[in-house]
Every structure is written in C-alpha cells, then in structure tokens.
C-alpha cells in the first residue's frame, strides 16, 4: 500500500494552477488550506489515487503596501488506509510568487509665477578660491582614524626620531597586524608632503591641508587603503541675477483654510474628509448656498426628538408622512402592524416596537445629509452637546420624512411606490385617506431595495420615471448582497444607483465587499465596510474605530437618543443625496438631468478607467462638483485595480516602486491633490495615469513612467 505521507512542497512559481498526485488505496480529505488557494476536489475515497487540482489567487489577503513577492502555506491531509479506523495526518507546503507590477512617479518641479527669472540673466557668483585642501576617503574608519591620529603626533617628539613614516607608538593598539601596517605606510605619505589633518568628513574620510595639495593627492591616490583623494574643488552660488517678475504675472493663488468642525463626534466622520468636505464648508461661509431645497428620505422613520436633527426634519403639518398601514387580525388574516399600532398617517415616527431593529436606520440617513453643526441642547447630561455634523452645514437644506419601512426593517413595492408618488407631489390615497404633499422635493433618498425581476419591480420604475419627470432627481442604494445581481429601484432606468466604498489604508478608497455591481451603478461614496475589523477611520474611547459611518440614531432599550455606526449602500445613498442638494442650493445646477450629469462628469474615476460597474463614473467629488476653493496642493498618488481594491506601494527616492499583486488590469493615477481628501488627480486636478495587465503569461509588467506636471 502507498501512503500519502511523503513529503510535498508544490512551487506554482508564476503559474495559476497546478496539482499534487499520490498513489495509495486508502480514502483522504482536506483539512485545512489556505485561503488563496481553491481545490477542485477536497476528498477522496479508497482505491482511487489522490490527485489535487489547486488554483492560486494571488490577490487575496494583499496588504495596502502590497509588498509581500511571495505566498507560502500548507495543505493539511488526513488519510486513512482502507479497513484501518487509525488516521494519519500530512503537511504539505505549497508556495506561489505574487506577480510584479513597477512603475515611477515623477513628482512636479517646484514653481511660481512670482519667481520666474529670464535665461539671459542667469550669472553665477564668482568661484570660491578652492583648491587649498584634499579630501580623503578611506577603505576603513579605523584605518581612517589610525592615520589621523599618527599625522597628528609631531614629528620632533616622535620617541623614534622617525622623520618620514608613521610613528608606531601613536597607531592605536587595537588594529589588526594589517590595519596598523596600512595606517603607518599612509601617515608615511602624509609626512613626505607635510600633510596635517584639518578635519575629517565621517569615519571615513578626512580633510588633509598641505603646501602642494595637488602632490599630496596624487600620492595619497597611489596607497592601496585609500579609496579616493580629490583637491577640494571651487563651487560658488547659482542664484540668478534679481529681475521684476514679468509683464503680466501674479503670485500664486493662496489656498484657502479648510473648515474642521468643532461638533464631538466629528472626527470620526471620515467620509466627510474622504470627499474633501473641507473646502465646500469654507465656500458655503462665503454665501451663494442660499436657495432651499428639500430631500425627500423616504425609509423607516425617524427620531423627531433627536436633539442633533432638531429644525432638519419637516413635520406632519409641513408635509411629512407615514404610508404604513395597519391590519388587526381576521379570518384567515393575521395581523399587521408596522410598529406604530396605526396605518397611514402624518406622523413618520420611526417607533419603538417589540422585536424591531436596534437601530433608526431613517434617522442614521438623514443625519448624513442634515445633522445640526454645534451646541444643542439636550435633556440629558451624559448625551453629547454637539454630536455630529451633516453634509449640508450653512446650506438651507432639509429633510422630508416618509415612513416607508417598517420597524421590523421590511417594506413592499406597493408600500414604496406610494412613498415616490407623494413625494414627487402626487396624491396617494391610503387606507381610505388621500394625502398630498405640501413641500414637493427636489431630491429623494431611497436607502432601499431587493434583488427582484425586472417585472417585479416595474411599477417602482415607473414611479421612479414620473418622478424624475416632475423634476425630482431619484438617489438609490445599489444593495448590500455582496453579489453582481441587480437591485431594484436602482437598477431602474431614471433612478441614479449609488455603490459603496470604504477606506482602504492607502489615499484611494476601494470597492466595500459587500456593495452590488452591475451595469445601472451610477455613482459611488462612502459606505463604510461590514466586515468591522479595520481601523483606518478614528479612535472612540481611546479605541481605534471601525470604518463605518458615524451618524445619528436611537438606542430604544434606553429609549433616547444615541450616534452609531452603520454601513452599507443605505449610508452611500445618503452622500450623493446630500452633494444633490447642494449644487441646487448654490444654484449650480437646476433640476434632475443637469444635477445627475454634473455628479457624473466630476466624479473620481477608481478602478478600471472609465465606468465600471464596480464604482460606476466614480466616487461622487463634492469639492469639484461645486467649485469650491483648493486648500491643498500636495502631490499624490494610487494604485488601483480593476477589481474594486487600491493599494499604496512605498516609493524610493527616485519615486520608483514594485508591487506584488494578483493577475489583473491595474492603474496608476497621480496628481495635485486640491481639496485636501488626500486622493491626487481628481477632476480639476492636475493628473495623469497609466495601466498595465498582469498575467500568469506576464508576470513581470514595467509600467511608462508616471509624469506629474
């Protein structure tokens, strides 16, 4: 009988597959493998040999740096000889190299207008005289030192009366037989030319002053311990002759001064530093954001008695609406509540309930868009005075509740479509009531969806149509499956579908694991990841925070107000909403087609160029979109994959840098960064990229150099 227990080391090398073969008669499965590796088969039974078809994905587990060449794991096997219960286990390795992308990011010159100087005026200063000492350097510091040291004992008071070489007394004791006979004949040298040591330059090297510098260093160059000895040579000034700056010429533009808000919870908003928010705040000081506008949030609810949302929310007289209806229990019918013990009414409430969601996921979203900036008065002296800050800042922007979700956290396309209807100004008629909206909005959030059909969800797209046809621009999450199906609004035609990102460690955010890709996805922003182990986004009592959205919410086992963390594409949603109403508020656009186009075109293009459906035309780029002064001019760089992921290879300091990466296409971008999100060569940015493809065929791709002007 053979046993699979020999020794197995499987290098793959640049290879995506390979296999491991072993001839026995017993029966065998895989205990453990590593989690780039796939195996078509992971058991066999007896008198079949054991063969073993792997696949490596080197892009998994690829660290922000993406530094690491090589992948090396084990196969864990546990086999069993037929008729035996006795199981033996064997650990074989396997290994694969990460395939090498290199590329150079050629940084911009420094230069001003205001310091322009003409060629012709270009002079330099006079040379120094020069010439006066020798510089010397070396093999050995200690034969370096040893020298200095004999050079520097006079030679009339040498105990040997040694006029021409070096004095053995004065070389330190502790040289080897070698260094100490290298030292002397050195000093020799030194001595012949009356050479003194005038200082030294490192361990290595020192500064000889002789009457004839040119004989010293000529001779010094003939003596083996020396690695070079050069005159010191004349240099002088190359500042160019003053002139007046040219006809015509202005200093550079000054940056402005980004605003930091001053609310508790803010620094932990990292999504606001992420779009660059920084330098819209400071142009919202200056005015112009003076037309209101209204975003219909069309979700679970809210918290009215949210001290952060006090004065955001328009109330039931003011148009607010809850669409849920109520059923009690009948024949053959159970009984439906929603949460609130009531059907449709004006009061969206987003309600306590046994058995409801922890979360207020309409109060998290609209805090987004519209939480209240600095102190506010609250009811309680441990809650926050000042919590968090929403998007819309000075802006007139405000928030129309309709309740559309349940507490239980579902809803229906009927429920739904009811909600776009009257918010877009129709009428809807509920539970017997018509109601009509006093406020028609301008926008409208649906943190919201479901992978339906097509036809399933045709009544949503056709209200999602009229919608956008009575001037409302429809924002909606593209779904949290982790998957590439369509989600549905969306995915309708006349809805702009919003995908999340996350931070990803490096200035480029990457694609969050959970967010759905498909061909509708418009937009992207961030959503925060759900996996809540990485830490790139802040520290919360004294703990490193995870990189999710930080909004406000409700804790209703204490029944009061609280901020939270959540993620997903109903948080994405959200920032696109609020970027929305702000270029209508500044008048920068005036309906849906014009707002969607100006969100497109000025987005940041991540992974592959152009869209995709992994992040759409990009992530939305609120300091672009909105003209919105630069407060920074710091030159940066990504490197993105088509995949969804960015890294951030460290660079020498010629900018040159060799990332070990998976097979795939991968782009290099680079600019100057001006809105201060840290991500270089967004729209309005100086910038440029280029692209490579790696392979198991091309496993080694030099990219052009990466010039940023």
């Not at 390979?18 to 029966?27: L, M, N, P, V, Y």
């Not at 006029?163 to 001595?191: C, F, I, N, Y």
């Not at 199906?485 to 460690?505: N, W």
Request: aromatic share 6%; hydrophobic share 40%; proline share 7%.
């Amino acid at each position: 009988m053979t046993q699979p227990d020999g020794a197995v080391t499987l290098d793959l090398g640049y290879a995506e597959t390979g296999r491991i073969e072993k001839a026995f008669t017993g029966s065998w499965r895989v205990e453990a493998k590593p989690i780039w590796l796939t195996l078509k088969s992971q058991s066999g039974v007896a008198g079949q040999p054991l063969v073993m078809e792997l696949r490596a994905d080197r892009n998994v587990g690829l660290s922000p740096e993406a530094a690491q060449p090589q992948l090396s794991s084990v196969i864990r096997v546990r086999w069993q000889p037929p008729g035996s219960s006795v199981s033996t286990t064997s650990v074989w390795t396997v290994q694969a190299r990460r395939y090498a992308l290199s590329g150079q990011v050629q940084w911009p010159a420094l230069s001003g207008t205001d310091a322009a100087a003409a060629p012709d005026d270009v002079q330099p200063a006079a040379a120094g005289a020069g010439g006066e000492t020798v510089i010397v350097k070396y093999r050995s510091a200690a034969v370096a030192r040893a020298v200095a040291q004999a050079v520097a004992q006079p030679v009339d008071s040498r105990p040997d009366g040694n006029k021409t070489g070096g004095d053995t007394e004065s070389v330190p004791s502790d040289l080897s037989a070698a260094q100490r006979q290298a030292a002397l004949e050195s000093a020799g040298r030194w001595q012949q030319q009356a050479g003194q040591v005038a200082g030294r330059l490192g361990g290595q090297t020192l500064v000889a002053g002789a009457a004839d510098p040119q004989a010293l260093a000529a001779l010094l160059r003939r003596d083996p311990a020396v690695e070079y000895a050069v005159v010191s040579a004349p240099l002088s000034s190359q500042q160019a002759a003053e002139t007046g700056s040219p006809s015509g010429a202005s200093p550079q533009e000054a940056l402005a001064q980004p605003v930091v808000p001053g609310d508790e919870y803010a620094p932990l908003q990292w999504a606001y530093r992420t779009l660059g928010y920084g330098g819209v705040w400071r142009d919202m000081e200056a005015g112009g954001y003076t037309r209101p506008v209204t975003v219909a949030v069309l979700d679970s609810g809210v918290r009215y008695d949210h001290p952060d949302l006090q004065g955001q929310l328009l109330t039931g007289a003011e148009g607010a609406l809850d669409v849920l209806g109520f059923a009690p229990a009948a024949t053959g019918q159970a009984a439906y509540d929603n949460g609130d013990g009531d059907g449709a009414d004006r009061d969206p409430t987003d309600p306590a309930f046994a058995g409801r969601t922890p979360h207020s996921h309409g109060t998290h979203v609209s805090g987004i868009i519209a939480a209240r900036w600095g102190q506010q008065a609250v009811g309680n002296p441990k809650w926050s005075t000042s919590g968090v800050v929403g998007a819309s800042y000075r802006a007139p922007v405000r928030i129309l509740p309709v309740r559309v979700i349940d507490a239980a956290g579902k809803t229906d396309v009927a429920q739904v479509v009811a909600g776009i209807r009257y918010a877009a100004g129709q009428a809807v008629t509920l539970d017997g009531q018509t109601f009509r909206s006093p406020a028609p909005v301008q926008v409208m959030n649906l943190s919201l969806g479901g992978q339906i059909s097509a036809a399933e969800a045709q009544p949503m797209c056709d209200a999602v149509a009229e919608a956008r046809a009575a001037g409302v621009l429809v924002v909606a999450a593209a779904g949290n499956y982790y998957g590439a199906s369509q989600v549905y609004p969306a995915a309708c035609p006349a809805a702009l579908a919003v995908g999340s990102v996350t931070l990803s460690g490096g200035s480029a955010p990457r694609h969050s694991e959970f967010s759905n890709r498909f061909a509708e996805v418009a937009l992207s922003a961030p959503g925060g990841t759900a996996l809540g182990n990485t830490y790139n986004g802040g520290i919360l009592n004294e703990q490193p925070a995870p990189d999710q959205i930080f909004s406000t919410d409700w804790d209703y086992a204490k029944n009061e107000p609280r901020y939270a963390y959540q993620a997903g594409t109903s948080q994405a949603a959200p920032q696109v909403s609020a970027l929305a109403a702000l270029l209508l508020s500044k008048g920068v656009t005036t309906g849906p087609d014009d707002t969607a186009a100006r969100l497109t075109t000025t987005a940041t293009d991540l992974g592959t160029p152009g869209r995709d459906e992994y992040f759409g035309y990009g992530m939305i780029n609120p300091a672009a979109a909105l003209g919105a002064p630069a407060v920074s001019a710091a030159p940066g760089f990504s490197l993105q994959s088509d995949r969804g992921q960015s890294y951030q290879p460290p660079l020498d300091a010629q900018g040159r840098f060799t990332a070990y990466l998976g097979a795939g296409n991968f782009t290099l971008r680079g600019g100057i960064d001006r809105s201060g999100n840290g991500l270089a060569g967004e729209y309005g940015e100086a910038g440029a990229q280029v692209s490579g493809t790696l392979s198991a065929e091309q496993p080694e791709v030099q990219l052009a150099p990466l010039v940023i002007r």
